[in-house]
C-alpha cells in the first residue's frame, strides 16, 4: 500500500518501532529495528525468538513509529523468511526483487545497528548468531497516523516483577507504550505510565481499550546502535476500568487535566530483557489472584 508523504516522513526520520502481536489472548510488544520499502516493513530476529514463534500461529501484527508529536500505526500480516527453509527461498525467488532490495535497504539504513551487533558477536547467544536469524515481512494493509503529546521528564517509577537492574534503567522512562485488540487486530498507543499503591497505571494519548479486555505496557530503553545494551519490560495482563489520575499527573508534574484518561492493568504475566538475555515471570499479585480462583 502506498503511505502518504508524513507518514513515510515519520518512518524515514525513526529507526527503531513497536511490533505488536497476538500472543494468544494476550498481546505482546517488542521493539524492532526496520526499513520500509515495497509497501512493506522489513525487519530481522531469531528464529527462536518469541515473536517469530507467535508470527507463525498468527500472523496479525500492528507496527508503531513514534515521531513524538505524531506517530504512524501500521497494521496487517507478518509473513516470514527463513533462510534455512526451502519454501522460504522459493518464496523470496517468487517475490522478484522486492525481498532482495528489502533486505539491501535495511542493511543500509541500519548500517549502525548492523555494526553494533558485530562487535557483540562473540557474545551472541547461539540463537541470536547471524545464522538462526530470519526475515520478517509486515505486509502493511492499513496506515494511521496517530496525534502525539510531549512526554516530560518523569519521576522514577518500578516495573514490577522484573530484575533489580532492569528496573533501575526503566525507573525515569516517561514514553510507555499501551496495545489491545480493536477488530481482531492489535492496536498500540503512546501512553503515560504509573505504579502506585501496587496498581499499574496506563494512560494513553489517543483511544481506549475496554475494561476486562487484554491488554499489554511496554516501558523500553534504547541504545543508539548496541542491541546488547537495550532494555525493556512489557507488562501484560488485563484492564480494569477508569482510576484517579493524581498519581500520573504527580509523576509527570503536570496538571491532572493534562493527563489523558487513566485506566488500570492488572499484570498477568511480565518479560523483561537486557540485551539478548530475556526472562518472564508471573507477579505476585497474579498468583494470587489464580489461587484465590481456585
Not at 8 to 30: H, K
Amino acid at each position: 500500500m502506498r503511505l502518504t508523504h508524513e507518514a513515510s516522513r515519520i518512518l524515514g526520520e525513526t529507526s527503531i518501532g513497536m511490533l505488536a502481536l497476538r500472543a494468544g489472548r494476550l498481546p505482546l510488544i517488542n521493539p524492532a529495528v526496520f526499513s520500509s520499502a515495497g509497501g512493506s516493513l522489513w525487519m530481522t530476529t531469531s528464529r527462536f525468538a518469541a515473536k517469530t514463534m507467535i508470527a507463525r500461529r498468527d500472523p496479525r501484527a500492528a507496527f508503531l513509529v513514534d515521531g513524538n508529536e505524531k506517530a504512524v500505526l501500521l497494521r496487517g500480516a507478518i509473513e516470514i523468511f527463513d533462510p534455512l527453509s526451502l519454501s522460504s527461498q522459493v518464496r523470496a525467488a517468487l517475490d522478484g526483487p522486492a525481498y532482495f532490495l528489502g533486505m539491501a535497504g535495511y542493511a543500509l539504513r541500519n548500517a549502525p545497528f548492523v555494526a553494533g551487533y558485530a562487535l557483540d558477536l562473540t557474545r551472541l547467544p547461539r540463537e541470536w548468531m547471524p545464522y538462526n536469524r530470519v526475515v520478517l515481512r509486515l505486509r502493511m494493509s492499513h496506515a494511521d497516523i496517530v496525534e502525539g503529546t510531549p512526554f516530560p521528564a518523569a519521576q522514577a517509577a518500578r516495573v514490577p516483577a522484573v530484575p533489580a537492574d532492569v528496573s533501575r534503567r526503566l525507573a525515569g522512562v516517561s514514553r510507555g507504550y499501551a496495545c489491545w485488540i480493536e477488530g481482531g487486530m492489535p492496536v498500540i498507543r503512546p501512553a503515560f505510565w504509573e505504579v502506585s499503591g501496587g496498581k499499574v497505571c496506563v494512560a494513553p494519548t489517543s483511544g481506549r481499550p475496554r475494561a476486562s479486555s487484554a491488554g499489554a505496557l511496554v516501558v523500553e530503553s534504547h541504545h543508539r546502535f548496541r542491541p546488547s545494551m537495550m532494555v525493556g519490560a512489557c507488562v501484560r495482563g488485563t484492564f480494569g476500568g477508569a482510576i484517579d489520575s493524581a498519581a500520573v499527573a504527580e509523576r509527570y508534574a503536570i496538571e491532572e487535566s493534562e493527563v489523558p484518561d487513566v485506566i488500570e492493568l492488572r499484570p498477568e504475566r511480565v518479560t523483561s530483557w537486557r540485551g539478548f538475555a530475556v526472562t518472564t515471570a508471573v507477579p505476585k499479585s497474579a498468583r494470587q489472584l489464580r489461587i484465590a480462583e481456585a
